[in-house]
């Protein structure tokens, strides 16, 4: 079973500041089948990314993925107010399909 | 629009049965796969299970098969999960969702159904 590390658990920062996300796999990930999630508070979970790099429909620009094998990155150019939440990793290409990281939280510093 | 829509939140004793579901809408409900995922504050998203409603293909995952039931009904566009025992430790938040590409397993979850809280508690 493919294990996902995320780093760091909570990140501090300002709107405007960049946000840099770190996912660590602990195999190669086939096919770079990595995907990233938002979540907020009260809220189911939202696909951000898939294909380790693919913007889902409606995402904006600011959402940026990155990485291969097993080091993945995701980054939010410059934070809006609605994007502070918990971000979670996700691979789904090897079995069981679906392991998750332990999510990293974006706050308000 | 596709969406999935859950059950309402379930209070429950320890030792009694339950079953939740999740209704697809907007797409051929059939030809997707249903994920289950548990959250929890302690352990965060855990992927339970999935099945293919087309044929109910179902696959678990180690750490939940024996512990729950996951069937489908094509006719109603319905996917459950079930538990004929529940403990204090099943209290947690459950999601559906689909995997978002036509038929493939290799697929992310997308969308997920709003959750359903279920608490065990004598």
């Known amino acids: 079973e493919i294990v996902l590390t995320q780093s760091p658990g909570t990140l501090s920062l300002s709107p405007g500041e960049r946000a840099t996300l770190s996912c660590r796999a602990s195999?190669?990930?086939?096919?770079?089948?990595l995907a990233w999630y938002q979540q907020k508070p009260g809220q189911a979970p939202r696909l951000l990314i898939s294909a380790a790099s693919s913007r889902a429909p409606g995402i904006p620009a600011r959402f940026s993925g990155s990485g291969s094998g097993t080091d993945f990155t995701l980054t939010i150019s410059r934070l809006e107010p609605e994007d502070f939440a918990v971000y979670y990793c996700?691979?789904?290409?090897?079995?069981?399909?679906?392991?998750f990281g332990q999510g990293t939280k974006v706050e308000i510093q | 629009e596709v969406q999935l829509v859950q059950s309402r939140a379930e209070v429950k004793k320890p030792g009694e049965s339950l079953k939740i579901s999740c209704k697809g809408s907007?797409?051929?409900?059939?030809?997707?796969?249903i994920a289950w995922v548990r959250q929890t504050p302690g352990k965060g998203l855990e992927w339970m299970g999935i099945?293919?409603?087309?044929?109910?293909?179902?696959r678990y995952s180690p750490s939940f098969q024996g512990q729950v039931t996951i069937s489908a009904d094509e006719s109603i566009s319905t996917a459950h999960l079930q538990w004929s025992s529940l403990k204090a430790s099943d209290t947690a938040m459950y999601y559906c969702?689909?995997?978002?590409?036509?038929?493939?397993?290799?697929?992310?979850?997308?969308?997920w159904g709003q959750g359903t809280l279920v608490t065990v508690s004598s």
């Open positions: 969702a689909r995997l978002s590409y036509f038929v493939t397993v290799t697929s992310p979850f997308d969308p």
């Open positions: 907007g797409y051929s409900f059939r030809h997707y796969w």
């Open positions: 099945i293919y409603p087309g044929d109910s293909d179902t």
């Open positions: 195999q190669s990930v086939s096919n770079m089948y």
């Open positions: 996700q691979q789904y290409g090897s079995s069981p399909p679906g392991t």
